[in-house]
């Protein structure tokens, strides 16, 4: 059974720093790993999308790396601002024809970035 | 494009009562996942369809359901409905079923709160 963990659990850091957030799986054998958003009361947004056989993507200040063999992915957010507080969560399918469309999630990081 | 809708958008029901949730995916998306989140279980997957058919299920009990129209919109339905049931769901939508490197896409959810 796949189980995905994610720390810190909450964040609080000022404006403008750096900051990374850690995601953890125990089933290697995955299709990819997503980082998603959600605003409170929200739904979810995705952030990025790494394919197993890559090591990281990046989309603007945002850059997510994927090690596969350790079972673990990370999610580093640059020049932190306000706007960027919120929960993030990191998802995994598991590899396997019909497992594609379920996801297994993370509890979540909920951070805080204050002015 | 539009993205994912979910009606309603808040429900009130009270115990014993049976609910009906409609997710409407991204036009020329064929499949659609359900995913119940609560603030203690975190983000549960409940079930997948693609073309019509139910490709997954999570660990719900029965009088949790759904269905999938052939113009790819999905229902889910709850019978005999239990506090334990409040919670926001949240449907996703992706392309082609099985393909690596699709985003799940998902709507803003539906608020239940069971009294």
């Known amino acids: 059974k796949q189980e995905v963990t994610q720390i810190p659990a909450a964040l609080s850091v000022p404006e403008g720093e750096n900051l990374v957030l850690n995601c953890s799986f125990t089933?290697?054998?995955?299709?990819?790993l997503q980082w998603f958003r959600q605003d409170p009361g929200k739904g979810l947004t995705s952030l990025l999308l790494?394919?197993?056989?890559?090591r990281e993507q990046t989309s603007g200040r945002l850059n997510a790396s994927l090690d596969k063999s350790s079972g673990r992915s990370t999610l580093y957010i640059a020049a932190s601002q306000p706007g960027d507080s919120a929960t993030y969560l990191c998802?995994?399918?598991?590899?396997?024809?019909?497992?594609?469309?379920?996801?297994?999630f993370g509890q979540g990081t909920i951070l805080t970035v204050h002015p | 494009k539009a993205g994912v809708t979910q009606t309603p958008r808040y429900l009130i029901k009270t115990r014993g009562q049976q609910v009906t949730l409609s997710c409407s995916p991204i036009?020329?998306?064929?499949?659609v996942s359900w995913y119940q989140q609560t603030p203690g279980q975190g983000l549960q997957f409940l079930f997948e369809?693609?073309?019509?058919?139910?490709?997954n299920k999570g660990n719900f009990p029965g009088r949790f359901s759904g269905r999938q129209f052939s113009n790819s919109r999905s229902e889910m339905n709850v019978s005999t409905l239990e506090l334990g049931d409040s919670a926001l769901y949240l449907c996703?939508?992706?392309?082609?079923?099985?393909?690596?490197?699709?985003?799940?896409?998902f709507g803003s959810g539906t608020q239940l709160s069971v009294l």
């Open positions: 369809y693609f073309s019509e058919t139910q490709r």
């Open positions: 089933d290697s054998a995955i299709y990819n």
């Open positions: 790494i394919q197993s056989s890559q």
């Open positions: 998802a995994v399918p598991l590899a396997g024809g019909t497992s594609y469309g379920k996801l297994t």
């Open positions: 996703a939508s992706s392309g082609f079923y099985g393909r690596t490197g699709e985003k799940l896409f």
């Open positions: 036009s020329g998306h064929r499949s």
